[in-house]
């Protein structure tokens, strides 16, 4: 039997979602109800910022999808991939609230040193990116960062006392599920779901996974436990 794109996300994907719903802590309303509105307002920035992304690297043939692998595309991208985006950040979302952590505000997280630092960090990772951009075997690892980091480093500039103080909490919310996914990456590319370009990446890999896609899965699952984490601070703080 060929495993196709919607059975990655029928055997893998959508059992570990409904996993972690079930496991999830039953938070207070009011804080139930910011939860809910952060993960829809994260979800649906992570579907427009990508799409343009996904589908640019698609046509320039850093990737591409195995034979009758995929339902339908919309743009270059088949629909399977626009699901991923959702469920995903369902995954992410949903497991980070098994986890015992409470966003409060302290006069603290306006420190500006790490703030400073966290987003000068990432914005060397970005220019980093932009130079792996002019060679073939960086163009994927080098969109990936010019694509993640300047996001990552606004996240720091705003949150990063916080995300500091707080890296217990997120560093588990963001272990935990890159590390399945990058298991589940893996066994789709071991099946030949999609197939990486090796002229677009540099060779390396962990245990047969390009180090390029264990760089998405790792920025992206920042993004989002960053987003939702800093969220909820942020509320807490004008409140």
């Known amino acids: 039997m060929t495993l196709t794109y919607l059975g990655v996300h029928a055997l893998f994907v959508l059992p570990a979602i409904l996993v972690v719903a079930a496991a999830r802590r039953r938070l207070p309303p009011a804080r139930a109800r910011v939860a809910r509105v952060g993960l829809v307002a994260m979800t649906s920035v992570a579907v427009a910022y990508t799409t343009p992304w996904d589908n640019y690297l698609i046509d320039q043939g850093v990737w591409w999808y195995g034979e009758g692998r995929v339902v339908a595309r ?43 630092v966290g987003a000068a960090v990432h914005l060397a990772a970005a220019a980093a990116g932009a130079g792996l951009l002019l060679v073939p075997w960086g163009y994927y690892l080098g969109a990936i960062l010019v694509w993640a980091c300047p996001l ?76 939702l984490v800093l969220f909820e601070w942020v509320v807490d703080r004008w409140r």
């Open 74 to 116: 919309i743009l270059s991208a088949p629909v399977e991939e626009y699901l991923f985006f959702v469920l995903q950040s369902l995954l992410t979302g949903l497991w980070l609230y098994t986890l015992e952590f409470e966003p409060r505000f302290e006069p603290g997280d306006l420190a500006r040193r790490p703030r400073v």
């Open 152 to 227: 990552l480093a606004l996240q720091w500039a705003v949150g990063g006392a916080y995300l500091r103080r707080s890296w217990r909490t997120w560093g588990v919310a963001v272990a935990v599920p890159t590390l399945y996914l990058w298991v589940v990456d893996r066994v789709a590319i071991g099946l030949g779901v999609w197939t990486i370009s090796p002229d677009h990446t540099t060779g390396l890999s962990l245990l047969g996974l390009p180090v390029e896609e264990a760089v998405f899965f790792l920025v992206t699952n920042l993004l989002l436990v960053y987003g």
